[in-house]
């Protein structure tokens, strides 16, 4: 872009090839990254650290993306008009501050901002300021605080740790002493705080309100598969697939999450003076006395991204610069794609507990040659070949695995059957020793099995 300001460029009336630092390390940073690739005009891309599957369309930085001193020199040096801050410790850790202060735009909230996600009690205090319809709750500090707390609203109790826990500080349990437990450790922790909450039942939805401290544009919404194994069983994960469009959510329910949630939240943020842009994820649950918001996260959710993305036609660089610098008014509306998309996580031995690492990792080309499929890289490193592998080129590595979400493998097709069927095609040619994925994404959505109580 030159000597050009963004401004400049909208009065031409074009955005043209921006230079783009993606910061974070998984597969919704790929999926990010790959729909910024997928733009007509052809950006300039760059990731820190990114991942191998990221190092195939952008140049990688070996940066701290918890240090947002680094970030942002990293920012400046490469001449960035747009830094895209994909996870939510980065952005907890002040990382969007470090780089707005430089002057560059940047996706994603400033800190003081992403407490929404980092801080459940300060979340529920917004909501309960704005009017946002969600659970009830109670901020504890002691087990007795606790213990009336879960009498009051009785069994499934819900325990929530307050601070960012990589989605396992939340407990369900039809179990008063394990609720108490888990009460117990959150109050362990230095200034331990917790919120004891009313069950909510019915489905649950994400929806990516993307912000700019004034204005809101809502994506499409997906459902999230957080438990490790089919049928939900088993223990809370990061996610582990997830599915767009929901043909059985009730009509209206985007307008209704706009105006009751996202755009009343955004403005009690800037009436505040701390104003939100970046994403609002909204969680979402549809129960039979409404729509109630399970949680705000600050940032993208990770495996519906990977979906959202995959369905959306209008450029994402023109919507995330308009987040960034305030412009969200003039975007016009946002393009879908009437298909659908599914993802599946492939994930290593032993996760969501202690994992194996190291494991080699093939079939992604063969999975990619099925028309529909994709693979967006997340626990994977590249590796020296070992010596005498003739086959090689020179200085190509071995994929291995390097975490417990190793790759969300994304399928697209007609329909969510078309789609369903395809992931899995897709899913199935890729080996890695030991790993594990659910079978039953989107399932019970493709046989009517989903449903809000009482409707
Ligand atoms: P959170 O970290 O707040 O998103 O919670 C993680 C998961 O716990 C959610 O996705 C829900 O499945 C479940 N959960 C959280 N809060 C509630 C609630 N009040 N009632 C029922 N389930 C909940
Ligand atoms: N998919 C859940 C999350 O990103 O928090």
């Known amino acids: 872009m030159g000597g050009h300001c963004l401004s400049d460029l909208r009065a031409l009336g074009r955005l043209g090839a921006v230079r783009i630092l993606v910061i974070g390390t998984g597969a919704r940073e790929h999926a990010i990254t790959r729909a910024l690739s997928l733009d007509t005009e052809a950006h300039e891309l760059h990731a820190a650290p990114g991942n191998p599957g990221i190092g195939q369309l952008a140049t990688l930085h070996a940066v701290d ?14 001449g960035a008009e747009l830094v895209v801050v994909g996870p939510e410790a980065p952005l907890a850790a002040g990382v969007s501050d470090a780089v707005r202060q430089v002057g560059i735009p940047v996706f994603g909230p400033a800190g003081a901002a992403a407490r929404l996600e980092s801080s459940k009690a300060f979340a529920k205090e917004v909501m309960a300021a704005a009017g946002v ?99 939900d069983a088993g223990p809370n994960t990061g996610g582990m697939g997830a599915y767009s469009p929901l043909d059985w959510a009730p009509e209206g329910l985007v307008e209704e999450v706009l105006e009751r949630i996202a755009r009343p939240t955004v403005a009690e943020m800037a009436r505040r003076g701390t104003p939100f842009s970046g994403v609002l994820y909204v969680g979402l649950a549809l129960t039979s006395r409404g729509t109630r918001v399970v949680e705000f996260n600050a940032r993208f959710g990770d495996p519906e991204t990977q979906v959202v993305l995959a369905r959306l036609r209008s450029p994402l660089a023109a919507l995330l610069l308009a987040s960034a610098t305030g412009t969200l008014a003039e975007l016009p509306p946002l393009r879908w794609a009437e298909e659908a998309a599914v993802t599946v996580v492939v994930a290593s031995e032993g996760y969501p507990g202690s994992v194996r690492s190291g494991d080699p990792i093939t079939g992604i ?15 994977t490193a590249l590796v020296p070949r070992p010596a005498g592998d003739d086959d090689a080129a020179p200085g190509e590595g071995v994929l291995v695995s390097a975490g417990g979400r190793v790759l969300s493998v994304v399928g697209i097709g007609a329909d969510l059957a078309a789609a369903r069927e395809t992931v899995y095609a897709g899913v199935e040619q890729v080996e890695l020793a030991g790993s594990h994925h659910r079978s039953d994404i989107a399932l019970a959505a493709l046989e009517g099995r989903v449903a809000v109580p009482g409707v």
């Open 65 to 78: 993306q918890l240090d947002p001193e680094a970030v942002a020199g990293l920012a400046l040096a490469i």
């Open 133 to 231: 319809p969600t659970a009830m709750a109670h901020v504890c500090t002691s087990l007795d605080e606790v213990a009336a707390a879960l009498d009051a609203f009785g069994a499934p109790f819900v325990v929530k740790d307050d601070g960012l826990a990589a989605g396992k500080g939340v407990v369900v349990t039809e179990d008063r002493d394990a609720a108490l437990e888990h009460a117990a450790a959150c109050l362990e922790k230095p200034e331990g705080r917790l919120v004891v909450e009313e069950y909510l039942d019915g489905p649950e939805v994400s929806l990516f309100c993307i912000a700019d401290g004034a204005d809101v544009v809502p994506l499409v919404p997906a459902q999230d598969f957080k438990r490790v194994g089919d049928g």
């Open 365 to 379: 080309e063969d999975a990619e040659s099925i028309e529909g499929v994709h693979v967006l890289h997340a626990g």
